[in-house]
T-cell receptor, first 115, second 114 residues
Framework: DSGVTQTPKHLITATGQRVTLRCSPR?????VYWYQQSLDQGLQFLIH???????AKGNILERFSAQQFPDLHSELNLSSLELGDSALYFC??????????????FGPGTRLTVL | AQKITQTQPGMFVQEKEAVTLDCTYD???????LFWYKQPSSGEMIFLIY??????QNATEGRYSLNFQKARKSANLVISASQLGDSAMYFC???????????FGAGTTVTVRA
């Protein structure tokens, strides 16, 4: 158990809908990262938050947004869902955003299926 | 451009044997960090081992060791004495300075045979 929690574990929804994925980082970790794992794109970085502030964006679609709250939990909002958004969405946390060796601890992921 | 290349989509290894998973990377920065993660069929990502670009010795963690060849820009993972529980997907990843994310390779699926 990495100490990172993600809810829900599975999510099945229809095209055009909006969903919210939730992540609670390990106690004391200020950095939260979101990654998407799909069969065709592999593991891709979406966005990074540090202590409530957005620090970096990757290949995140405009239909997707995220935020990190004062209690450090984070939510990833996906809207106008398309079939291609079906993927495993990971949240990871680390104690700091500095240091190359700062290990990122991954949550169990949320498997999103868009029908 | 692909930063991390894992050329082996799948590998079979006999139980108790060693297996080497290849990883090459591309960066122009002299400072970087390399990571290996394991993803079993259950889906979670498990950190295995880390190697810093300035580390003088190859990293080791139990049965995992990293064959780091800086000049060749390769960071191969060696799993010794394979166990059935080692069957999983293995990902190589890199982190560069001033970059917060991990850049992952496509992964290698390892199947351990009894």
């Amino acid at each position: 158990d990495s100490g990172v929690t993600q809810t829900p574990k599975h999510l099945i929804t229809a095209t055009g809908q909006r969903v919210t994925l939730r992540c609670s980082p390990r106690s004391g970790d200020l950095s939260v990262y979101w990654y998407q794992q799909s069969l065709d794109q592999g593991l891709q970085f979406l966005i990074h938050y540090y202590n409530g502030e957005e620090r970096a964006k990757g290949n995140i679609l405009e239909r997707f947004s995220a935020q990190q709250f004062p209690d450090l939990h984070s939510e990833l909002n996906l809207s106008s869902l398309e079939l291609g958004d079906s993927a495993l969405y990971f949240c990871a946390s680390s104690v700091t955003n500095r240091g190359l060796e700062a290990e990122q601890f991954f949550g169990p992921g949320t498997r999103l299926t868009v029908l | 451009a692909q930063k991390i290349t894992q050329t082996q989509p799948g590998m079979f290894v006999q139980e108790k044997e060693a297996v080497t998973l290849d990883c090459t990377y591309d960066t122009s920065d002299p400072s970087y960090g390399l990571f290996w993660y394991k993803q079993p069929s259950s889906g979670e990502m498990i950190f295995l081992i880390y190697q810093g670009s300035y580390d003088q010795q190859n990293a080791t963690e139990g049965r995992y060791s990293l064959n780091f060849q800086k000049a060749r820009k390769s960071a191969n993972l060696v799993i010794s004495a394979s166990q059935l529980g080692d069957s999983a997907m293995y990902f190589c990843a890199m982190r560069e300075p001033n970059d917060y994310k991990l850049s992952f390779g496509a992964g290698t699926t390892v199947t351990v045979r009894a």
